[in-house]
């Protein structure tokens, strides 16, 4: 594990850099980097973000002069051989970067993982990697003012906010501290108009989107004496509205709103696919109901996909299996 000032001093040493996330990359993922290549551009190092995926509208704003490319071999195969250092942030585990994986698993001694997730593969020490903080652009912060690397611009600093935000939903998530806080209070000191920040994650929603938040809401079910929730978005409804997977984002958020409701269930159907995220609270590990059906995640929020399945057959067996997971709970 490296410190932040050893960080800094193989930033220092370099002069060229390519910067990296996960695939359908989130505002941590984005803000992170965004914030990392202007702290690198301000000493005069060269730096680009390559992603596999494109960055959501929703927070394209954050990257105001379009510095954020898309993956193409023809193109960056060269420029990531060439690099310096390869700094991947919001992941520690390689399959995660979608097509960049086989360019950078052949330049993995000059790779360095920032992460916050836990399980990283360990195949270099050249990572600081922190399961407690609830979003990277924490940890981006931190490594700015406590090393002094480069001065937090009102563009970085609205980029590690909008990080921050979303990674803690809004300041909620377990891991969220009085340091998180803190920070987002500097980061009004640099600038950061909060109000202005949440209409633009939260206030541009297309008409689309809306429907499909009404229809998929309109499908919750309640299992499990209460304690379970479903939401259930079909196939026919996606092809009626036109809507696309960026539209079916954040509706899991709605599947504990209900009182009561300890496990939160979401299937979305999209032609054969099946995709299935589930939340919990306390101590339900619907991470282990997921990995039943060969997908994985975090104690509290967890997902899978199956494809060439019967979609209701599915959906049963997974909400009959979820209400074994209710008595975890009650064992405290
Ligand atoms: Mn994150």
Redesign the pocket.
Known sequence: MLTFQQLADIFEKNQNFVIISHINP?A??IGSELAFLKSLQFRNKYARIINHSETPDFIAFLDEQNEIEIYKPEIHDNIIENADIILIV?LSNLSRVGSVEEIIRKSIKKTIYFD?HQNPDDFTDLQIINTEKV??GEMVFDFLTETQFAPISKQMANAIYTAILS?SGYFRYERTTSHTYNIAGKLLELGVNPKWIFEMLYERNSLTRTKLVGNALISTELHGDGKICSITIRNDILMKLNASDSDVEGITSYSLSIKDVKIGLVFVESENKIKASFRSRGRIPVNKLASEFGGGGHINAAGIQLENINFEEIRNIIINRAIEYLDIEEEK
Request: charged content about 50%; overall charge negative; aromatic content about 0%.
């Open positions: 989130d941590d993922a919001d916050h979003a990277v990674d």
